[in-house]
């Protein structure tokens, strides 16, 4: 029965959207929780350009990034495959080569989408490495393979992230405003001599930028110290307080210079918030009731107004619009930025009050393998073509690529995108159900199958089983009593592990 709505949604949704949209835009947050927003639930966080967007299109209550952790979340965004499949694709650290396939090696989400027409960009975090070979990265010269070769046309980013070396921006391959007689240094083998570190110049660190532990202890760019060790460049490093708006005003430019190209656009926005290091803008410090943690979620939420805006003005109205985050919430990860005391015992993957929600509470988060690591928050708004309101419909990020690709109408070559399916019925609302089975995963190794009501996975020699339906919180194995589903299931992850 399942099978035949689907394939009534399908043909529906053929009928409907023989046009593809002007725009296509993924607005990607890091970090943000499932109970992070006032969307979701937080009336401590206001966030009422999300709270627009949603009330817009529509709001998903089942829906997964592939992975607890960044990078591999990211890597099965774009290339349509579960990051697990390939070796090397965990959290890279700031001077990594790419990891992702080329145009030549194999088509990928951004490819797709510039076969479609679409002018295409990424701006924001990257965190899938740069270049190729084991020579070290030059960040002083052009550095390729990149973006472009993935398939942007277009590329203002981070090289990885807020917390890690080297703290400057990369468009289309260089590095933005380097002065020649300052070159950049990177190690993430030892400190450069002479340079301040965290763990010697404390007192050169701002206040919410005390390290709680070695990891981020390292060089100190702009008051905070990072992960790994960085020397030179200073005409180049990023101001903290201004990368928001930054990275927000480098999208509305491609935006305006798509328009005058009249060109339809597909952009990828990966913003750093709310990922450590928190350092919102002044103009955001005390607007949440949660302290710096809910100040730069505000000011995320701004970022997201000020491209919608962006996009209207320009043009690009008519837009699909995607908001998503790339894993669960984590309060306190690698700075002692008051974020524990002043979120006064809020729990980030809650959902919203019993009157509005009977599922009760998540359990997880960041790094872990239960729910609350990769139910993330997800909207969908596209004006006219998606429906509006609540859906329950179980979606992974990994069938965005194929998704995409199906409504753009590009050939999708045999090898690429080899896990991902096309949701769009689900993504815009024609089809209650969604996907036939997920699989999330974490850097401990583990992968879990959500099918229906059930979730399994397996630690050591224990099977997990749990009927979300009633246990949300993953709290009652039920595994002991169900061998039969615990074997399908089983045999099924067992299938899809095996697959090339």
Not at 35 to 58: I, Q, R
Not at 110 to 136: C, D, F, N
Not at 454 to 461: A, C, F, I, S, T
Request: charged share 20%; net charge neutral; hydrophobic share 35%.
């Amino acid at each position: 029965m399942y099978r035949f709505l689907s394939a009534l949604a399908a043909c529906a949704l053929t009928l409907t959207a023989a046009e593809k949209p002007r725009a296509i835009v993924i607005f990607y947050t890091d970090d943000l929780g499932y109970n992070d927003t006032s969307t979701y639930g937080c009336d401590k966080v206001p966030c009422p350009n999300l709270d627009k967007l949603a009330a817009e299109g529509m709001r998903f209550t089942d829906a997964h990034s592939t992975h607890s952790v960044c990078t591999p979340s990211r890597y099965s965004l774009l290339t349509g495959e579960y990051a697990w499949r390939r070796k090397g694709t965990g959290i890279l650290p700031g001077d990594a080569k790419l990891i992702l396939p080329t145009t030549g090696e194999r088509a990928t989400l951004p490819s797709l989408m510039k076969q479609a027409g679409y002018r295409t960009a990424v701006i924001g975090k990257w965190h899938l490495g740069l270049g190729r070979g084991k020579q070290e990265t030059d960040w002083n010269r052009p550095i390729s393979p990149g973006p472009a070769e993935v398939g942007f046309e277009h590329s203002f980013i981070l090289a990885a992230t807020g917390d890690r070396v080297p703290c400057v921006y990369l468009q289309n391959g260089r590095v933005v405003g380097l002065d020649p007689a300052d070159p950049i240094q990177v190690s993430y083998k030892a400190p450069f001599e002479g340079e301040p570190l965290g763990s010697t110049h404390p007192h050169l660190l701002k206040p919410h930028a005390r390290s709680n532990g070695p990891q981020h202890n390292c060089s100190i760019i702009d008051g905070i110290p990072r992960i790994g060790y960085m020397k030179g460049g200073k005409a180049a490093l990023w101001k903290d307080q201004d990368m928001a708006d930054r990275l927000t005003d480098e999208a509305i430019s491609f935006i305006a210079e798509s328009a005058q190209m009249n060109k339809p656009i597909f952009l990828y926005f990966a913003t750093n918030d709310i990922h450590v290091p928190r350092d919102p803008h002044r103009r955001f410090i005390g607007k949440s009731g949660m302290g710096i943690r809910g100040d730069v979620t505000i000011q995320m939420d701004d970022c997201l107004g000020r491209l919608r805006t962006a996009l209207t003005e320009h043009g690009y109205s008519d837009c699909l619009f995607i908001f998503s985050s790339d894993n669960g919430p984590v309060i306190n990860d690698g700075y002692f930025d008051g974020s524990i005391r002043d979120c006064k015992g809020h729990n980030p993957v809650a959902p919203m009050n019993a009157g509005r929600w009977r599922d009760g509470k998540l359990t997880g988060g960041k790094y872990g393998i239960m729910e609350g690591s990769t139910r993330v928050p997800f909207i969908v708004c596209w004006p006219g073509h998606t429906g509006r309101g609540d859906t329950a419909a179980l979606v992974s990020q990994v069938d965005l690529a194929r998704s995409l690709a199906v409504l753009a109408g590009v050939e999708i070559p045999a090898d690429a995108l080899p896990d991902s399916r096309d949701q769009l019925p689900a993504l815009l609302g024609k089809d209650a159900q969604g996907a036939p089975y997920i699989v999330e995963s974490n850097n401990g190794g583990y992968l879990a199958l959500r099918r229906g009501q059930y979730k399994y996975y397996r630690v050591g020699k224990t099977e997990h089983l749990y009927d979300l339906s009633v246990d949300l919180q993953e709290k009652h194995n039920i595994a002991p009593q169900h061998p039969n589903i615990v074997q399908q299931m089983n045999r099924q992850l067992t299938q899809l592990k095996q697959q090339p």
